[in-house]
């Protein structure tokens, strides 16, 4: 099978790639500079020259607080650059993955959200995606979505590296401990891409490592790994303010994953083990 993939230069559209190299599929990874997605002319070029079975949408315009400035640039690239994609996909008669968020939920309660669940974004990264979402599933039949949270990956920056980081500099840090959800490694987030779209088993999936923790809780299970002597004091959301609105509770439910023969993802804090010994900290 002959899958294009975008972003590969991003944490989880390189591990993708990788991924389906190993189980000896070919891969078009690109990037801004081989496919603009905001530019429809670039997209038609590049999808049909590619002339591929499936399309992995991972490319997005993921700064949250940043996207509360440029409200513009980000819904170009997360609702009309996956636009673009879907009417290609549609064009050619091929399927389409597409990488969303639990952000496209309002982030109340305590119950996990169900792929079918109403969409109310908090912020305008998660108006986007969701805007992004309808671009699928009024453009294509064939279509996953699958929306993922607190991801971490080799290729680029995420919540471990910054925390391994402040600790080399730090005793003592304060970390949020009202927001609750599942860290989870794109290494094992992309076998399970691979595993999907290598079927028919279309519709809305969420995917993330199983188990549940506090921002906080993520941090001091960091550094306990990685034998790092750090103080971790636990903060509310409300102590620690930022420009974007997050979400207090990203749990999201995996049974459709199984339900649909899909392995569930190890542990998060299995992950994280395997991930500290990828890096170099």
Known sequence: MKVLVTGVKGQLGYDVVNELKKRGHEAVGVDIEEMDI????????????AAPDAVIHCAAYTAVDAAEDNEELCRAVNARGTGNIARVCKALDIRMMYISTDYVFNG???????????REPLNIYGQTKYEGELE????????FIVRIAWVFGVNGKNFIKTMLNLGKTRDKLSVVADQI???????????LLVDMIETEKYGRY???NEGLCSWYEFACEIFRQAGMNVTVEPVTSDQFPV?????????????????NGFQPLPSWQDALRR??????Y
């Not at 109340?108 to 109403?118: C, F, N």
């Not at 699928?136 to 279509?143: A, F, G, W």
Request: proline share 6%; aromatic share 8%.
């Open 275 to 280: 991930y500290l010994t990828e890096i170099e």
């Open 206 to 208: 969420h995917a993330t």
């Open 108 to 118: 109340q309660g305590t119950r996990p959200w169900e792929p079918d669940d109403k």
């Open 181 to 191: 959800g599942s860290p989870t490694y794109t290494f094992d987030l992309a076998r």
């Open 136 to 143: 699928v599933e009024e453009n294509l039949k064939k279509y």
């Open 38 to 49: 905001t530019d429809e002319e670039s997209v038609n070029r590049v999808i049909r020259e």
């Open 243 to 259: 420009k974007a609105k997050r979400p207090m509770n990203s749990r999201i439910s995996k049974d459709k994953l199984v339900e």
